[in-house]
């Protein structure tokens, strides 16, 4: 039988898919008017996973959303600070030293977020340890989500995550985003088995497969299940089938894909996620076309406002960002830069 | 009295653990065998829930660790031979060295991960191979965000591994395999000194003079320190008074200690047991030769092992250092 939502729920996950959609596009508009400097992973496609997993989780949780759900970053940072980091300037968050991709804040009172790696698979590991600890340190409650893809989980260090993950129990959602690209290589040539999952419940895990991730609520419906069996000690693995639009990063070359029709047609209604959902509204009488456009217009102007204040680019300052205070704890025993 | 090497790693740790409850041991054969070096021994039986056996997957393994840290542990992960350190290069060199400077300076990184470095064939044991020998601290050095420690002496290894456990960094902590079992005679009283709970040393200039000559420097990198200091006492015989300094740390490197002896003696011999090229004497002979005062008066020289692999068996002793290499190196700058 069908699940059913409160209006108010779905018309937040709406909102927040929007918005994503929004932010995606208007990040692909920086890239090619060159305030970019750095690489832009686009989640173009895909919005949906990481919208359904900030439904399913706690402000207590835990999330390391690597290259393609940059939602997290400006759900629990501030917007305005994540642009201006994109845009390199000092007023970034990190003074324009991390972009999206190596953000990191794990204080007690910080945004929860874990950094990812640009080799593949090692946080993965890591943040396996981090879980363990966190619950070993009384924070039973907690939840670690972590999203890789099907190119990380041709690492080896992904075994090794998953295995110790089996082993040691800590609170932990493994989402793996099948989008059938790795950089260049097509999935058939990343991986005889198609389904991802498969290769981490031989490790030990449980997995569920979402086949059409561009169908928010079975995303949303997979991680809560997922993140609700974390929360009980037994870490598991949601795998999302969907398909990346764009390149690797927004600028490289995309048009060698065989799949390029399939985008066309994706993204022509019924493989795209924003659009899914709204006839998805339409058809339960939760919203209509005048709210759709309200919606569209609204946080248009809400990205707008913040990209010109971030356009702004303040350079980068060498005493923010080369000091020994950052390179170790206890600097006194660190030696010279 | 005597303390051997891999008891005063060990007295290290329990007075940690006893001080400290996030202090957590990780690694492979931790709880059967208390590390494949022994460097444990009898730990997993005080604190059974502080002792984790991991699969036999390095790189995992010390991500794990790293998780650890940054939740809020102090872990020590131990890689058994440093050969193994390589399998978990990408933990060490792309995460536990970056994450300080990534949550600019917010987030410490407390963790020691323990290796056994070099071969056994220094001291005439036989040796155990190319991936079994190696010495990997020259490695490390070219990573901002690490600090290496290297000691020697049992007493040291004690007092290091408590500032290392202490340290609010990723340290590196290089024992040496054959010289885990070597024995530091000791009267009683400084045995008990090694007991008390603040018997610390920093790892901050931490270079030790530990023959006092006027002739020439040599620094002896960890396994090389008998091999100089025999070489330093032949070379008595002859008239000839060798310095000999043990830096103990290699980050951070105690230059001070190092340029004030070539100052006096104007001559430096570095020998290490890591082979000739691109090994951490090139640092060391090359913070001398960028002094502002430049006190070489003759050329530095390097003593390593020979740049080829590291062969089995007794043929490793054949292309290490030698007392008699160091004692020709300094007639040669005579």
Redesign the interface.
Known sequence: MEKTYSKEFLLSLYDGLKTFRCYVLKMHEAVYKGLIRSSCHSPYGQEATAIAALAAVRDTDWLCPKHRAQAVYYSRYDLQGLISEMLGSDDGL??GA?YDF?L????EDSARI??G???LG??E??????????K??GHDDEVVVQWSGEGSASE??S???W??AA??KPNMVFIIETNQWALSTPLYRESANPNISEKAAACGLSAEIVEDGTDILACYEAIQRAVDKARTGEPCVVEIKNRRWSAHFEGQPNDFREDIDKVHEAQAGPGDPVQRFEKYLLEHGVADQEYFDKKAAEVNAMMDEVILKASDVKPPVYEHLF?K??????P????D? | MKITSTKAITLAIQKEMELDERVIILGEDIINFGGSMGIFRGLPEKFPDRC?D??V?E???V??????A????R?IVDLAYSDFSLMAA??II??TAK????????????MVITMANGGMATYGSTGSGCNHAQCVENIFANV??L?IVMPYFPSDMLGLMRSAIR???PVLFLYHKATAGRRESMAAKDLTELEDDEYII???NAGHVIREGSDVTIVALQSMIPVALDAAQELEAEGIQAEVIDPRVL???DTETVLKSVRKTGKLIVVQEAHSRGGFGCDIVAEIAQAEDMPLKKPAKIIGALNTPIPSGFAECMMMPHKEDVIAAVKALQ
Do not use: I
């Open positions: 990190r003074h991390a190596h990191m804040d794990v204080g874990l950094s790696s640009g080799t090692s946080v590991a890591q943040n396996v340890g981090f879980a363990w600890a966190r070993y340190l080896g260090v075994y090794e995550a295995c110790n082993l040691y000091n205070n950052f390179v170790y704890a206890t006194e025993t660190g030696g830069l | 984790l991991m699969p997957a790189n995992g393994f991500q794990f660790g790293n998780g650890c940054l939740a809020g542990l872990p990408d933990a792309n995460t994450m300080c400077f990534e949550n600019f300076g917010k987030t410490p990184m407390p901002p965000g600090k340290d609010n960094d920093p790892l901050n980050m951070p490197f």
